[in-house]
Structures are given as structure tokens and as C-alpha cells.
């Protein structure tokens, strides 16, 4: 498909909209018109983005201050990482193609001082990325246009180079005045918002944004994951790519039981004092039964509950727990719980105390249950 320079502008404006209307959802949804047709402020910083001298320590859940570590994220199909601050947030929501579970449409993520699972659900910093691969590729001429066009949408544009990548520094007009970094990321527009427009918040965007490196080849629009549909269309789900999986023959009590495992799962099971005592060494193994009734499902091992919190599925609440079993002598045990029309579903896992997690997380936000 061949883009001319009025369809290349069209897209970045529409992504452009895009990135600030899903930024800090717990705002009020404001007209994106009146925003693009607000002229611009004569606001001009510098075109190197340099972390403020004076940036305070990053802000808590309590609104306190804190000198944080960093931990470094990858986020893998978009072939970059960044490095954040220990105690902020940080989600991944690579969304899949309605149309082929092997492709992504697109890719999300945040990174905020609120949303941890049974933390506060609202805060005042958040940097939002979004790419979508489905759009068609543009050049890096066709990309840089946006300096050409930017009077009404945007109060300043400056190009930056982090690391090998180019891209655009900005802020919107109008009164959803965020700032957004541009990058041309292999043919695609990376964009990522930053919400409040504060001038602390822009600095300690500004410093995560220096940290950010390229991975070489490692940009993909491959989902790496399958899907996988329950015998009976009870529900679906993703689970990665490399995982084994089996439907074992159920019980009377079961409608359904599902079993998967990464390929390095390893687990240690040895006689103790009263009952076995599970190692679990390496990778993870899941679990998710179906079964009739049982409205109360009550919770697992009470006393070794570490965390819980509500979950979401079909817009019905479920509850969510973290927790060890008297068995549990390695790793941890992580389970959701759902009753939904008749039926009771349990998802749990085992895994080892180092295992990546966001796959976990990922499983669990892929889960949809039949009507």
C-alpha cells in the first residue's frame, strides 16, 4: 500500500489521539477536536532531552518519597527495553489479531505509580506506550513530517536520538496538553504519552526514556502464543507458544481439566512428615478445572494467603490469590477463582520463586469464558 504525505499525517495524528485518549483512563474523556485545533504556545525546550539535575526520588503508593533501585524491562516483540524505577508499575498488554492468534495487532504497556495488583488503583504518573503493527510501514521521511504539520496539534515538536533511535519530542495543545515521545521503531510510529503534564513527571519520564535501548532483530509482530479452545467451547485462551498442554479425562465431578507447562518446568516431590513436599525448581505448571455449582468457592489454603485481590472475567468478579500450601517447601502457588453462569472455574499455577511472570499475567488477561 503506498502512502501519500496526507495519509502518513492522517496516521500519525489518529495515533497521536489515540495515545492521549487512553492515557490515565481515570480522567474525564475531553474532545480530541477541540484539542487538534488549538494553536499553538511559542514553547520551545531544548532538542536534547537532558534528566533534570534536581528530579526528586520517585513517589510511593502514599504520595512519600523514596530513593528507588531501577529494574530494567524488556518488552520483547517491540525489540526494545527501558529502565524504570524499582517501585513504579509496569504492565504489558501485547493485544493479538482477531483475525491470526500468531500475529499481534498491536502492543501496549504502562508504567505508573498505581495499578499494582491490590494497590491503589489511581496515581498521577504514567507513561503509556502504543504501537500497532497493523498499520501499513512508513519511511522515516514520510515519518518526519509531523515537524511540517505540527502547528494545531502540538506546542512544540523537537527530534531526539536515544541509543541509536530517532524520533520526535513533544507536547499537545489544548487542554489534554500530554507529552508524548514519537519513535520510528522498523518502519512503525512507537508513541508514548506521559500523564499528568507536570514538569516532575516530565523529568522522570525523561529519565527513563535515556535508558532506552535497541534490541537488535528483535522487533516482531509474531504473538508467540496459541490458542487454545476448550473441547466442550467452555472458554479460550493463550498460552505460550512453547508450552505442552493436554486435556485429561475428567472425573463426574469435572466438566472440564486442562493441564500446561513451560518446557524448563521442573518440580521435586518428596515424603514428608504428613504429606509430600513440592520443590517446584524451575518454569511453570498450570492448571484450570471446570466444574457445576459451587457459588462459594471459598479460598485456598487460608493461612498461606500471601496476597488477594479481585479479577475480572466477562465482567463478572472473581478473586484472585497468591499463597503457599503446607506442601509448597519451593516456589509458589497462584490461583484465580470465577463462579460464572452455573459453573465454577479454577486456574492455578506452580512455579518457581525466579520465574517470568508477566507469562503468567498473561494467561490470565487471555481467558474468555463462553456465553
Known sequence: MKLNRTNIFAILIALALLTSACGMLQLELESAGDEATQLADSIAPPTEILPSADIQPTATEEGTLTDAATKRYVFEELGISLEVPADLYVKKEPIVSLNDSSKLESYLFYIQNYGQPGGSPSGDFQMYGHLQYELPPVTWEQFSEIQDNSEEMYQYVNEIEING???????????????????????HVLSIAVSEPTPENKALADQIIQSLEL??????????????????SLYQLLIPEDWGYTFNPTPPINLSEF?????????????????????????????????????????????????????????????????????????????????????????????????????????????????
Not at 215 to 221: M, S, V
Open 215 to 232: 534490541i537488535p532483530g528483535g522487533f516482531t509482530d509474531a504473538s508467540h502464543v496459541q490458542l487454545i479452545t476448550e473441547p466442550n
Open 259 to 371: 493441564e500446561a507447562q513451560s518446557p524448563d518446568f521442573e518440580v521435586v516431590v518428596e515424603e514428608g512428615a504428613g504429606h509430600s513436599d513440592i520443590y517446584y525448581k524451575q518454569g511453570v505448571q498450570m492448571t484450570l478445572i471446570v466444574f457445576e455449582g459451587g457459588p462459594d468457592l471459598g479460598e485456598p489454603y487460608r493461612d498461606g494467603i500471601e496476597s488477594q485481590y479481585s479479577v475480572y472475567f466477562n465482567g463478572i468478579e472473581g478473586r484472585e490469590y497468591i499463597f503457599h500450601e503446607p506442601s509448597t517447601a519451593e516456589g509458589e502457588l497462584r490461583e484465580a477463582r470465577i463462579f460464572y453462569d452455573g459453573k465454577s472455574y479454577i486456574l492455578r499455577f506452580g512455579y518457581a520463586d525466579d520465574v517470568y511472570r508477566d507469562a503468567i499475567d498473561r494467561i490470565i488477561g487471555s481467558l474468555q469464558l463462553s456465553e
Open 165 to 187: 533511535l530517532r524520533g520526535f519530542d513533544t507536547q499537545f495543545s489544548g487542554q489534554r496538553n500530554r507529552f508524548v515521545y514519537l519513535f520510528y521503531l522498523d518502519g
